[in-house]
């Protein structure tokens, strides 16, 4: 599908995980693309991998730039320069442990940067900013499966800090008529999850464990569950989110994007055992079993999402369901570590 020369994409994080995925389904579309990421928690092998693409005679193009989006005149200036037509924000410093941490430079990187997010699109006149909010924000909701609508207290600051973004978007909505769509991820993975460090997502580190023949570790009894979204499904949901008629978004300034289906720990340290084993040629039994520690501070017990909203509004369905994900990304970096 070619892009239309007219439009520029815009998006930040885009040497994240999920910021790199957009921008590769993007440059495929043949779209004009600006990439942004300071490499804080982004990595420059997915900047070199997307100008590989980018130099496809069949791709579109790309325009990277190291840049922080909490350096406000930095970020109007490049706004202005290149007129953007939507902006795709996936900038942020995410991980609730990180939060507890260090609640001010996730308030930083992900508040004062949003606020600056929205204030270049505004004066740039971008069509629609497509932001990434979280689950994190139904806090200590009961209800289950997750509506848009019926949200609890947060539970630690980073789930703050994305409140904080869903309410200044609905704010800059009203007063000046910028666009916006949240879309409340509930618990992405797939290729290009970082396994390494203290806040690294449970998928890619008990991937790494497993690999090695390593038992992993589980926080809680292992029933704890969540929504686990392969990242094709939330690459869809921006797309998605960023081009459908806006008489398809009244009264839908947040989105949840899941599969709506709820895995256990348990459930899903199977699955990784069982893909792991095959690509290895073992007996899933000749992976050690897991470890229980304690249940993790300001973590949640159970999350699913409705995801009827996304199914309305924009024509959301999901491509590849938690299994699906797991056996594309299990074969996947099989495939990378023999390169």
């Not at 239309?4 to 994080?13: A, D, H, I, L, P």
């Not at 005149?73 to 939507?86: C, D, G, K, Q």
């Not at 900038?91 to 260090?102: K, T």
């Not at 800090?161 to 949240?182: D, H, L, M, P, S």
């Amino acid at each position: 599908m070619a892009g239309s020369e007219s439009n520029v994409w815009v998006v930040t994080g885009a040497a994240g995980f999920i910021g790199s995925h957009i921008v590769e389904t993007l440059l495929h579309r043949g779209e004009k693309v600006v990439a942004v990421d300071n490499f804080v928690t982004g990595s420059r092998k997915n900047i070199d991998l997307l100008e590989s693409i980018a130099g496809l005679s069949t791709a579109g193009s790309l325009d990277f730039r190291e840049l922080d989006i909490t350096d406000r005149a930095s970020l109007h200036n490049l706004f202005l320069e290149v007129n953007p037509t939507y902006v795709l924000h996936q900038a942020a410093l995410g991980s609730v442990p990180r939060s507890i941490e260090n609640p001010i430079r996730s308030h930083e990187a992900n508040v004062d940067g949003f606020i600056n997010v929205l204030e270049a699109s505004r004066l740039a006149r971008v069509r629609r900013i497509v932001y990434a909010s979280s689950s994190s924000v139904y806090g200590d909701s009961v209800e289950s499966p997750k509506r848009e609508e019926v949200i609890g207290e947060c539970l630690s600051p980073y789930a703050a800090t994305k409140r904080a973004n869903e309410i200044y978007a609905q704010v800059y909505g009203r007063t000046y008529e910028v666009e916006t769509v949240g879309l409340r991820y509930f618990n992405v993975f797939g290729p290009r999850q970082d396994p390494n460090g203290p806040y690294a997502a449970v998928i890619p580190r008990w991937l790494a464990a497993l690999k090695e023949r390593r038992g992993v570790t589980i926080f809680g009894d292992g029933s704890t569950s969540r929504d686990f979204c392969y990242v094709k499904n939330v690459v869809q949901a921006n797309l998605l989110a960023a081009t459908v008629a806006s008489s398809n978004l009244r009264g839908t300034d947040v989105i949840n994007i899941a599969c709506g289906n709820t895995t256990s720990l348990l459930e899903l340290e199977f699955m990784l055992r069982s893909a792991v084993a095959d690509s290895l040629k073992i007996e899933p039994t000749d992976i050690p079993d897991p470890v229980f520690e304690d249940f993790r501070k300001g973590d949640i017990k159970h999350s699913l999402a409705a995801i009827k909203r996304a199914s309305v509004a924009l024509q959301y369905s999901p491509t590849h369901s938690v299994d699906d994900g797991i056996r594309e990304l299990v074969k996947h970096e099989f495939e990378a570590s023999s390169r």
